[in-house]
């Protein structure tokens, strides 16, 4: 598996003003589209890749793809542009073959400070951090090159789409999980981080208008 060069990823990003967007099942139920594609550099993750089904909703532009194994593997030929591996599980992080040109965000010490300070260590009830906030830190701890941040689409789990035990919902970039309770990650601590940067302004969050009672609320 190639690396690729950091420098040339945060050349990327250096001085821009950079959207990242996240996979809430939520927006697409807007048309972000064309807003989403007037920043200088739009950020992905995952399977909410450009499609033209959804332009209107989401936009066509990528400039960057974040993405975990599991998908690097499912969905990196549809995906031309530089790569982000998210390697969130630290027992995990056996080699596996992902081809292309990928820059890994974390290495194993950093992953492991992550999950301390965020409360995965010894939590038994806990899988790993979810991959936009992963995004979300190495952008902040290790990228902030850029001119603004802003998320859009970012719902932390707010709304959950109504599964049914292995079949995909039709809107949703997550895989199936029947409740709220069965996600992995400490939704509070990751929520409250993106809060924390929207107040202190170092990031701007677009939250979707029919989330803003459910996010900000506790």
Not at 87 to 104: A, F, H, M, S, Y
Not at 106 to 127: K, Q, R, W
Not at 140 to 158: C, E, H, N, P, Q
Not at 204 to 210: A, N, P, Q, V, Y
């Amino acid at each position: 598996m190639a690396g690729n060069n950091l420098k040339e990823v945060l050349d990327i990003l250096e001085n821009k003003n950079v959207v990242l967007v996240g996979n809430s099942v939520e927006i697409l139920n807007y048309e972000k589209g064309e807003h989403i594609d007037s920043f200088d550099v739009v950020i992905r993750m995952g399977k909410g890749y450009p499609r033209p089904s959804h332009n209107k909703r989401i936009g066509k532009r990528i400039d960057l793809w974040a993405s975990g194994f599991l998908r690097a593997e499912q969905h990196q030929d549809k995906v031309k542009v530089p790569k982000l591996l998210n390697r969130t599980r630290i027992d995990l992080n056996k080699p596996r073959e992902v081809e292309g040109e990928w820059l890994t965000m974390f290495s194993d010490e950093e992953l492991f400070e992550i999950y301390d300070e965020f409360g995965y260590v010894n939590n038994e009830t806990l899988g790993r951090p979810s991959n936009g906030f992963i995004v979300l830190l190495w952008l902040i701890k290790k990228a902030w090159v850029w001119k603004s941040l802003t998320l859009i689409g970012f719902d932390f789990f707010a709304k959950s789409a109504p599964f049914k035990v292995g079949e995909m919902h039709p809107n949703s970039w997550h895989l199936p999980r029947n409740t709220v309770s069965e996600i992995p990650h400490n939704v509070p601590a990751e929520k409250e981080y993106a809060l924390e940067m929207s107040r202190n302004g170092i990031i701007k969050w677009e939250i979707l208008s029919d989330l803003k009672p459910e996010i900000l609320e506790y």
